[in-house]
């Protein structure tokens, strides 16, 4: 049994499961930092589209639908790993990378901050002398994105 949540989208109420609703708000947070401007539009369209699915007797929108709709729209991250309700692999990220991508990997993966994953590694490096040599040995064993 999933959670189900309520949201508020382009002026209309949708019942929505908790981790469709997690992964609208991701892409729409993506959307908002590159095209401010077009993120009321693309609200529009989505709402149009769950709206849709309601009056065909839908009643909870599902992260299949999510998916499937952002996906038809072209607003999935196209050309970098994207990941779906699985989450089951660990990459290292090259395009949000600092050194390797291991620490954005990590952080994307477990769904935190890559930057504090940084900091973890630095206190390990300062503290216990182990975080250079931790970094190198998933620097190589984990593969790129």
């Not at 992260?63 to 699985?86: K, P």
């Not at 089951?88 to 994953?117: A, E, F, M, Q």
């Amino acid at each position: 049994m999933k959670k189900v949540v309520t949201i508020h989208l382009s002026g209309k109420l949708f019942q929505i499961e908790e981790d469709a609703c997690k992964k609208l708000e991701e892409v729409l947070y993506r959307i908002r930092l590159g095209e401010p401007h077009n993120v009321e539009t693309i609200e529009a369209t989505l709402a149009e589209q769950f709206n849709n699915r309601v009056e065909l007797g839908q009643k909870v929108i599902t992260f299949q639908m999510v998916y499937e709709i952002l996906r038809n729209q072209g607003l999935l991250n196209n050309g970098q790993q994207e990941r779906d309700e699985t989450y089951d692999r660990l990459y290292r990220r090259t395009n949000d990378k600092v050194l390797g991508g291991v620490c954005s990997g990590l952080g994307y993966y477990w769904h935190t901050d890559p930057i504090l994953i940084r900091l973890l590694f630095i206190v390990l490096f300062f503290g216990f002398g182990t975080g250079f040599l931790i970094y190198l040995i998933m620097w190589i064993v984990i593969p790129k994105a």
